[in-house]
C-alpha cells in the first residue's frame, strides 16, 4: 500500500517537472537556473519598488527567464473593493491586518502555481514585506516548496523623492479614483506613517546576515549587497545597480537605406544608397531642430551606420557590439536566393524566427545576448541616438516596450524614421518621426501558414540545436576596398563545391564546411578571422 502510494507521488512529481520543462522558454539564460526564485520586494510606500520590479520583470522576460510580477496592492483591491483611507494601514486595525494577511497568503499560492505549474523560473513579490514576521512566512513558504530567495530592499529618505513618486504614480492609483493631488499625498504621506510604525529593515550585520539580499540606497546612490550565491542573483544585483532614474530620452533609428537595401540583399557591409545620404542630411536637420545639444550618438562599426552618423557633424563612438545579425552563410544574398539555394533552411527560420540560428551565423536570441551591455549602457546614459540595423533595432524595441521573443522577429522597424523613447513610470512613451525620405521597405511579415510545432516534419534548430547539418561554416563579414570577398556575392551550392564535384548528384548542404575549408586554403593571406561576435 505503501508503495503504491510512493509510486503515485513520484509519478505526479515527474508529471509536474516535465510539464516545467515543456513550458520553459529555450533561453541561454534560462539553464543558468537550476531552481525558481522568488524576488521579494522590501521597503516603505513609494520607494520605488513596483517600479524596480517591473524593470527587473521587463529584463529578464527579454534575457529569456520567464518571470512575473506579484503585487499584493492588486489581490489588496479584489479583497477591499473600495478603498476609504489610510486607516486600513494602521497596525492596530485587526480586521484590516487579517485582510492583509489572507491577500499575501493568496499570493504565495499563485506565486506556486506560477513557478511548481506554469513554467515560470522567477516570481517578483511586490509588496511592503516591512516586518520580520511578514519575512519570516514567506521563507518558511519559500522552504516548503524548495525555492531560492533574493530580497530587494529599497530604502529612500529623500523627500523630494518620495514626494515626486507619489504625484508621479500614486495620484493615478486605483485608490484614489478622484485623483485631487493635495487629499491623495496628505492621505498616502499618512499611510507611510502606519508603516514606519511597524518598519524592520534588513540587518545584515545580526538578524539577517544569512540572507541573500540587495539594499538599494535613494535610489541608487548606494548599495549593500549580501551573499549573493548563484548566476541569476548576480544578474539581478548587475541590473539594479545600472538601472538610473532619471529624465532622459533614447532616439532608436536606422542607418539610411543602403545599396544592399535597394538589391534586397540581407547583410554585407554596402554604402549607403543616394536616399540613404539624403536621409543622413535629414536626420542632420532633425537633431538641429529638436536641439539635441547634449546628445550621444552611438554607430556599429558597418559603413552604412558610420556613413550616417557622418552627416551630423558630432563626435559618435562605434559599437562592435551594434553590428547587424550574422546571417553566415546566408549573407548578402536575397530572400529569393536564399529560398532557392538553403530551402529547409528557409523553412526553418519561418518556422522558429527567434531561435532560429543562421548556418555558421547567429539567431535572434544570439543577438539579445549580445546586445546586453548595450542595453546597460542605455540605462545609464542621458540622451543618445542609436543608429543600428533592423534586427538590433527590434532587439532592442523589445527590450523597452515589452514584447515577447514571438513578436520581436515581426516588429516593424522602417528605414528613414526615427524612434523617441522616453522611460515613463511603469512603462515607455514612443514618438515616431518619418523624416520624408523615401526608402525601400525591408520587413518580412510573419508567414501565415506557419507550421505548428508539433506537426512540424522539420527539426526545429535554435541556439542550442544550432545547425540541421553537423558542420559549422564561419566566412568573414567586413571587408574593405583592398580586400575583396573570397567568395560570390550570392553564392550558389555548386559554387561552393571544389572542383570535379559539381556535377555529382545529392550534394546538398552537409559537405558546406568541407568544401569551404578547402576555398579558405586557396584564399589570399591577408584575409584575416572574424571573431564569432560580429
Known sequence: ???????????????????????????????????????????????????????????????????????????????????????????????????????????????RAYLVGEGGQIAVFDATNTTRERRDLIQAFVKENAFKVFFVESVCDDPEVIAANILEVKVSSPDYPERHRERVMDDFLKRIECYKVTYQPLDPDDYDKDLSFIKVINVGRRFLVNRVQDYIQSKIVYYLMNIHVHSHSIYLCRHGESNHNVEGRIGGDSELSPRGKQFAHALHEFIEEHELSDLKVWTSQLRRTIQTAEELGVPYEQWKILNEIDAGVCEEMTYEMIQRTFPEEFALRDQDKYHYRYPGGESYQDLVQRLEPVIMELERQGNVLVICHQAVMRCLLAYFLDKSAEDLPYMKCPLHTVLKLTPVAYGCKVEMFYLNVEAVNTHRDRPLGKIPKESAHLLRRNSYTPLSSHDQVKRPRLYSAGNQPWLPLAPTPSALMPEGRQSQPGIGSGCLSTCVKDLTMKAPKKLVAVSASE
Open 1 to 111: 500500500m505503501s508503495s503504491s502510494h510512493n509510486g503515485s507521488a513520484n509519478s505526479a512529481e515527474t508529471k509536474k517537472t516535465d510539464l516545467r520543462m515543456n513550458e520553459k522558454k529555450c533561453s541561454w539564460a534560462s539553464y543558468m537556473t537550476n531552481s525558481p526564485t522568488v524576488i521579494v520586494m522590501i521597503g516603505l510606500p513609494a520607494r520605488g519598488k513596483t517600479y524596480m520590479s517591473k524593470k527587473l520583470t521587463r529584463y529578464l522576460n527579454w534575457i529569456g527567464v520567464p518571470t512575473k510580477v506579484f503585487n499584493l496592492g492588486v489581490y489588496r483591491r479584489e479583497a477591499v473593493r473600495s478603498y476609504k483611507s489610510y486607516d486600513f494601514f494602521r497596525h492596530d486595525n485587526e480586521e484590516a491586518m487579517k485582510i492583509r494577511k489572507q491577500c499575501a497568503l493568496v499570493a504565495l499560492q499563485d506565486v
